[in-house]
């Protein structure tokens, strides 16, 4: 009975993998004063394949500004990529030239220059997410979940995780 109990908690704290597209937006700072640049990281993990890619990363423009050609992605080399700054934000952009992509890659990354104090939001707009030459057909639009993940509330996670299992096997 113990171990079946420890394998319930440990399937409930990794957790299922859910069949979808995820983009992880990745920080490398959340404290950044005015003058400062932080690293913005887009990590897709798609399940479905696709051959076009355009949403908008958005952000308050008052307060940031995109650095001009600090963008790279993994996707360079199979595609045309593109990221123009807008009123929301940051536009984002692939069309891929060799077939359908999926799996997990860096869709973008790029840096923003903090202009101002204040508080600034930071999400993701979906425009297009499809394989639209697959058969030459525009496929329908596929879900996207959007998870922001800061290093401290994972640590924290685990802590908690921890201390779930040492109490579970004292009172088992």
Not at 3 to 29: E, R, Y
């Amino acid at each position: 009975m113990k171990i079946f109990k420890m394998m319930m908690v440990a399937a409930l704290l990794i957790g299922f993998k859910a069949q979808a597209n995820l983009i992880t937006i990745d920080m490398d700072d959340t404290d950044v004063a005015v003058g400062e640049t932080v690293n913005v990281s887009l990590f897709a993990s798609f399940t479905d394949a696709v051959d076009t890619i355009d949403f908008n990363f958005n952000f308050d423009n008052s307060l940031f500004s995109f650095v001009t050609d600090s963008e790279s992605s993994d996707l360079f080399f199979d595609g045309i990529f593109g990221a123009t700054p807008n009123a929301d934000g940051l536009g984002l952009g692939f069309i891929s030239l060799f077939g359908p992509i999926s799996g997990e890659f860096l869709f973008a990354s790029f840096q923003l220059e903090r202009t101002q104090a204040g508080d600034s939001e930071f999400s993701l707009e979906t425009r297009t997410l499809a394989n639209v030459f697959d058969n030459g057909n525009t496929a329908p639009n596929f879900d996207l979940q959007v998870s922001v993940v800061s290093a401290p509330a994972t640590l924290g996670l685990f802590a908690l995780a921890g201390l779930a299992m040492m109490r579970l096997r004292r009172n088992g």
